[in-house]
């Protein structure tokens, strides 16, 4: 299996691609951040960690760093996977590097439109280049699969306002984009499908909450972090998609990471099955008094 993961520096496009090098995929490992340059955000993690990372699990890991919305680099990143594979088996569109820029419940008049503007670029159009140029490779053989990774389903972002407008632009058109792709796909026997983890465990978030993987549960924060989730859970959910003969059953949908694990019988590293999008919704919203830890 010949994988691309943009965007897997950290977080969920780490996650899922070290998940599809553990059943034996070469995965290249796209990004801007390597051990000679940081993007702008200033983050330590790299793409040559993740390769690695991909490679101990089993698979292969390479390395490219590309700026996704650039395309003549995306279209030399296409090239280069052509002429060394000879074909694409799986696109994961994992491209956001934007949380320095949105500014929480801030509506848009009060809204800095510039970083706006440079979030929706990053967030949308960085998938639009990429599945311009790698698109072609992916449709030679059958079987193709696009994940696009997103923050909330199509049915949970359609009811609520994420945060500020640009946001929920962003989170909402990558859902469109993978339905988008199951259309384009359809004749070639593709499949896309919007993939959204829970409320994530990333190193991001990990530092910003002043905790480790080994003490997590001490930070205090929402009641919903007790029901997060790593990396690995959602990459599970997309390592089991791309093995799955038919998996054309999940092309068009918007799904969580907790409904692929329910589907595959699949567990987080702890052994827990995290379901924080039905917790939201049945206990937090209603203002139930239920104990996190039932929706793990």
């Known amino acids: 299996m010949i994988a691309l993961v943009a965007g897997a520096t950290r977080g969920t496009g780490r996650g899922i691609a070290v998940e599809l090098g553990a059943i034996g995929a070469t995965v290249y490992c796209t990004g801007r951040s390597t051990r000679g340059q940081r993007s702008e955000m200033n983050r ?9 990372l991909v ?8 390395p ?38 949105w500014e929480w419940n801030t509506p848009v008049w009060k809204h800095d439109m510039d970083k706006g503007f440079r979030l929706l670029r990053l967030a949308i159009d960085t998938h639009i280049i990429t599945s311009r140029h790698l698109l072609p490779l992916l449709i030679r ?3 193709g699969l696009v994940v696009e990774v997103t923050d909330g389903t199509w049915a949970f972002n359609e009811t609520h306002y994420r945060e500020n407008v640009y946001y929920d632009l962003a989170k909402m058109s990558v859902n ?3 339905f988008a792709w199951s259309n384009e796909l359809r004749p070639y026997g593709g499949t896309a499908v919007a993939v959204t ?3 994530l465990r990333s190193e991001a978030m990990l ?14 924060v929402d009641s919903a972090w007790q029901v997060s989730e790593t990396p690995a859970y959602v990459g599970r959910g997309v390592a089991a998609v791309a093995a799955d003969p038919d998996k054309q059953r999940w092309s068009g949908k918007s799904v969580d990471s907790g409904e692929l694990a329910e589907a595959y019988g699949l567990t987080d590293v702890d052994g827990s099955r995290p379901q924080v999008w039905r917790y939201l919704a049945e206990v937090r919203e209603p203002g139930k008094e239920i104990d996190p830890a039932e929706y793990r």
């Open 176 to 178: 469109r984009l993978a």
């Open 64 to 101: 490219v760093q590309v700026d996704h919305l650039e395309s003549g680099q995306v279209k030399a990143l296409a090239e280069r996977v052509e002429r060394a594979q000879g074909r694409l088996d799986v696109l994961v569109n994992d491209v956001w590097g934007g949380d320095h820029l």
């Open 55 to 62: 490679t101990a699990a089993g698979g292969t890991g390479i």
């Open 207 to 220: 530092d910003n909450f002043g905790v480790t993987e080994d003490n997590w549960r001490e930070a205090e």
């Open 141 to 143: 053989n059958e079987g």
């Open 197 to 199: 983890p829970g409320f």
């Open 44 to 52: 330590p993690e790299t793409i040559e960690e993740t390769a690695e």
